[in-house]
Every structure is written in C-alpha cells, then in structure tokens.
T-cell receptor
C-alpha cells in the first residue's frame, strides 16, 4: 500500500482563485481527517469523516472552505475564493482500526 | 478551546543529555494521548501512545491525570531524534484527533 496519497504536493495560486486538494486514504480505513499546518497554530483539525459522512466540520475556518468524500477512496478540500492567509500545508490522514493516524505527505499551498 | 498545549515551540539539547517535551491537555473525559513525530522529509508518524505503555526509540511518556500532562522523555538524546514532535489527544469514542502546536527538537552534536 502506498499509504495516504495527496495531490498536488505544491500549489501556487493567486488570491481569488479556486483551490482543490485531493486525498486518497488507505484502503479499509473508515475515518478520514483534514488538517492545516501553520507555524503559529500547529496542526488544526478542519474536518473529519466517518464512513464517508462528515462528522465534525467545526474547524473549517469559514464558508470559503468545503470538503467532500464521495466514496471511501477519495476526498477533496476546496477553497473558493482563496486568500493569502490560507497559505499553509494541508494534511490528509486516515485512521486504522487500532486508532493510529496515517498521514499523507501534505499539500503545500501558497496564495499570492 | 485549546485542548492540547505544547509550551515550547523550539527546544535544543546536547547529544547525550536528557530531553523532555512538555504536553498538557484539557479534556473532562478519558482521553487517549499520543505523540507523533515528523522527521525531516518524512511523513508525520505515530511515535507512541499512552495505552501501550511502551518505550519507542528510547522515548517514554506517562499520562498524569492529576496534572493533565503527557510529557515525552528520553534519558539520552541522539542526533537522529531531531524532529518536530506533536502531542495529540483523541476524544473518547469521538474519533476527533486534536494536536498541539508542536515542538521542534534539535539535538546538538
């Protein structure tokens, strides 16, 4: 298994543009998490899904952020419109039955 | 509300010296606590969890419910321990994982 796969690895975009980040969790993992990593705030939980259903999105900063999980093997995090303060590394993680989180390599977003 | 607090953003120790990375949590229920580590150019990965009560790479962490702490300790730091360390809390039966702001550990040769 290649682990959790995220794309793109790097994205540079201009303010106002739409950004879509993608995640493929490890097969068989029923929970999926999206985190945002910044120097000031560390890893912030944005949203998580259980069995493809969003359970808690209270960490989503504002309406510009949305996340979907149409099936067990794919999730997206969308920012529309993007702003410079959204610049961060976005991580996706899936949770095994033993409770361990497995992280992707992250998507580094820069909004100019 | 801040559920996991790591007071030190940066920590430097000399090789062979003891190291302690602090973590305090706030949660009224019975949490599960973890330490995750991110080495340079590697993915964030689990280092240890309190329920397993094991030592990984010489690191141990004891849950102190009275002080609501879960400090990570190693008696003799090694250069390969240099990394970013995150303390994490999972709410009981909630599947919600909350991480602290992380501590960047540098072990000086």
């Amino acid at each position: 298994d290649a682990g959790v796969i995220q794309s793109p690895r790097h994205e540079v975009t201009e303010m106002g543009q739409e950004v879509t980040l993608r995640c493929k969790p490890i097969s068989g993992h029923n929970s999926l998490f999206w985190y945002r990593q910044t120097m000031m705030r560390g890893l912030e939980l944005l949203i998580y899904f259980n069995n493809n259903v969003p359970i808690d999105d209270s960490g989503m900063p504002e309406d510009r952020f949305s996340a979907k999980m149409p099936n067990a093997s794919f999730s997206t995090l969308k920012i529309q419109p993007s702003e410079p303060r959204d610049s961060a590394v976005y991580f996706c993680a899936s949770r095994s039955d033993t409770g361990e989180l497995f992280f992707g390599e992250g998507s580094r977003l820069t909004v100019l | 509300a801040q559920r996991v607090t790591q007071p030190e953003k940066l920590l430097s120790v000399f090789k062979g010296a003891p190291v302690e990375l602090k973590c305090n949590y706030s949660y009224s229920g019975s949490p599960e606590l973890f330490w995750y580590v991110q080495y340079s150019r590697q993915r964030l990965q689990l280092l240890l969890r309190h329920i397993s009560r094991e030592s990984i790479k010489g690191f141990t962490a004891d849950l102190n419910k009275g002080e609501t702490s879960f400090h990570l300790k190693k008696p003799f730091a090694q250069e390969e321990d240099s990394a970013m360390y995150y303390c994490a809390l999972e709410k009981y039966a909630g599947n919600q994982f909350y991480f602290g702001t992380g501590t960047s550990l540098t072990v000086i040769p």
